[in-house]
């Protein structure tokens, strides 16, 4: 099979189209024919060696998130069988092959049924960001109908996720965005109020839309130093969600709050092996499975829909997507779908 690779990290340019084995099935896996995949901030940074002691080894095949067709079945596969249209985020991190290929292995555990409304590039770009969505905001916040959720960053990856999965769990939603054409996907998502960060200081947005008390839940897909003002903008007791949190941070404001503050780091299934317990469902499937299922019912519901960016890209076309990634213009999700 064809994949695109890496033997060194570097810039974008450092992919090269291989030919190599296709992957041998094992007990408990699928292997998937690689419809589409999605470029994560994760790919991106494996591929630079920002984050060394994650990536696979070389040569490496990237990216976690993929749809596409299951090809063949392992030894105690019940779930699926061949023909099966799928998605997961299963692999591009240490240990595991990645979805830059023609076929994927993954475990059967992390796969779930693709939504049947969406195209195989639309359900690409859902796994990563909507598990760590569902993570932050179901599993961790608990979010309940009625609570004030604030969200940082509205229209990106997981962000924008995280604005139809609150709306979804009750809430009102106020979605944090730099300019207008942003401030109108949000509205288009679903979030009940928008608001320019740019144009608008946290104190004043918090005394518009709170009366100064601050939000029940503040969900930070920014991050590091953002962190500072995801607290000024919880209440008493309230609490925020972070997706990333690589930096020495001042708790002051967390303890004179009495905040509660989760920080979500979905790799770690795929980096460790060790599962949360299913909250429901079978204890067989892997909590990510369970989600991914449960998130294609409300995709083909159409209480839930990915973002994608303007631009897709060929497979052969890795570089320019992972260019289109980093340069900060896209909106929504990169996507890049087989020749």
């Known amino acids: 099979m064809q994949a695109q690779m890496i033997n060194q990290f570097g810039s974008p340019a450092v992919f090269e189209t291989v030919d190599v084995p296709v992957p041998q099935i094992l007990p408990n896996h699928v292997l998937i024919r690689v419809m589409a995949t999605s470029v994560n901030p994760v790919d991106y940074k494996i591929r630079q060696g920002a984050v060394p002691d994650i990536a696979p080894d070389f040569p ?32 591009g991190v240490k240990g595991l092959g990645g979805a830059l290929a023609e076929y994927m292995l993954a475990d059967a555990d992390r796969v779930a049924p693709k939504p049947k409304s969406l195209t195989m590039a639309e359900a690409a770009a859902l796994p990563l960001v909507s598990i760590t969505a569902w993570e932050g905001l179901i599993d961790r916040a608990n979010v309940q109908p009625g609570q004030r959720v604030l969200i940082y960053g509205a229209t990106g990856g997981v962000g924008h996720i995280g604005v139809q999965l609150a709306k979804w769990a009750g809430a009102t939603v106020y979605a944090l965005v730099s300019n207008e054409e942003k401030g109108a996907i949000a509205y288009k998502l679903g979030a ?20 100064g008390q601050g939000f029940d839940v503040v ?37 004179a709050k009495g905040l509660t503050l989760h ?9 460790y092996g060790v599962e949360r317990l299913p909250l429901q469902g079978t204890a067989k499937q892997s909590r990510h499975g369970e989600i991914l299922t449960q998130l294609a019912q409300l995709v083909d519901a159409g209480q839930v829909r990915p973002l994608l960016d303007s631009q897709v890209f060929r497979f052969s076309e890795v570089a320019a997507a992972h260019q289109r990634a980093e340069s900060g213009q896209a909106i929504g999700k990169v996507v890049l779908q087989q020749e």
């Open 60 to 91: 490496a095949v990237l990216h976690g998130d993929v749809a596409g067709v299951v090809e063949a079945i392992g030894e105690g596969v019940t779930t699926f069988k061949p023909g099966d249209e799928v998605y997961a985020c299963a692999g």
């Open 192 to 211: 009940d109020f928008v608001i320019n960060y740019r144009q608008q200081p946290i104190e004043e947005f918090v005394a518009e839309h709170t009366n």
């Open 219 to 255: 969900f930070d897909t920014v991050g590091n130093d953002n962190l500072q003002n995801a607290f000024k903008a919880a209440k008493l007791n309230g609490t925020v969600v972070s997706t990333v949190s690589l930096s020495q941070q001042d708790l002051t404001l967390l303890h």
């Open 263 to 271: 920080l979500v780091y979905m790799l770690i299934p795929l980096l």
